[in-house]
């Protein structure tokens, strides 16, 4: 089965500690998400790929890294700068970059507690 | 920036109504728009999506329309079940994916 994987679905960090969620996706697509839900605030954009080895910064980026080695693996890194990463993150996957009539998938999630 | 609202943000339907839940964006030029559901402590799940050339889409129980020159997409559920209780979010798509905030739905037996 074609889908999106994220690992571990609850992680606990303490103050101070970098963390790293994995994504993994087997639908041969370009481009990938991250994103971030708080209750009441909706899904919030913090890094996107287009293609491996390029990644650009979304609209919440401070704090959090990322790479592309490869087309089918997205880790995000919540650093220590993040000054509270307490949240639900979501990676997503669609064939293209938005722009186009690309729709979207998601993984199961990954909760962060910072403890 | 488009901005993406659902309103009303909680809903409670007995079982076996028809209902409708409502997706409004403020910028018309976009690509498609994507209707997904959100159990508790889940991912999103995608239930349709519409192309701007298109005017709704249909799986199953579900409808979807939208009307880009009004910044109005609607998703209609027929026949309402407790397994339909979840968050609902629509997505708008331009240069982004820009999320609204979700309708809860509690379908009661």
């Known amino acids: 089965d074609g889908g999106i994987t994220q690992s571990p679905k609850y992680l606990f960090r303490k103050e101070g500690q970098n963390v790293t969620l994995s994504c993994e996706q087997n639908l041969n697509h370009d481009a990938m998400y991250w994103y971030r839900q708080d209750p009441g605030q909706g899904l919030r954009l913090i890094y996107y790929?287009?293609?491996?080895?390029?990644?650009q910064k979304g609209d919440i980026a401070e704090g959090y890294s990322v790479s592309r080695e490869k087309k089918e693996s997205f880790p995000l890194t919540v650093t220590s700068a993040q000054k509270n990463p307490t949240a639900f993150y979501l990676c997503?996957?669609?064939?293209?970059?938005?722009?186009?009539?690309?729709?979207?998938?998601f993984g199961p999630g990954t909760r962060l507690t910072v403890l | 920036k488009q901005e993406v609202t659902q309103i009303p943000a909680a809903l409670s339907v007995p079982e076996g109504e028809n209902l409708v839940l409502n997706c409004s964006f403020t910028?018309?030029?976009?690509?498609?728009l994507q209707w997904f559901r959100q159990d508790p402590g889940k991912g999103l799940t995608s239930l349709l999506l519409i192309q701007s050339s298109q005017r709704e889409q249909t799986s199953g129980r579900l409808n979807a329309s939208l009307d880009k020159s009004s910044g109005r997409s609607t998703l209609y559920i027929a026949a309402s079940q407790p397994g339909d209780s979840a968050t609902y979010l629509c997505?708008?798509?331009?240069?982004?994916?820009?999320f609204g905030t979700g309708t809860s739905l509690t379908v009661i037996p």
């Open positions: 790929s287009q293609i491996v080895n390029d990644f």
């Open positions: 910028d018309s030029a976009i690509y498609n």
């Open positions: 997503a996957s669609s064939e293209g970059l938005a722009g186009g009539v690309n729709e979207q998938f």
């Open positions: 997505a708008a798509t331009g240069n982004q994916f820009y």
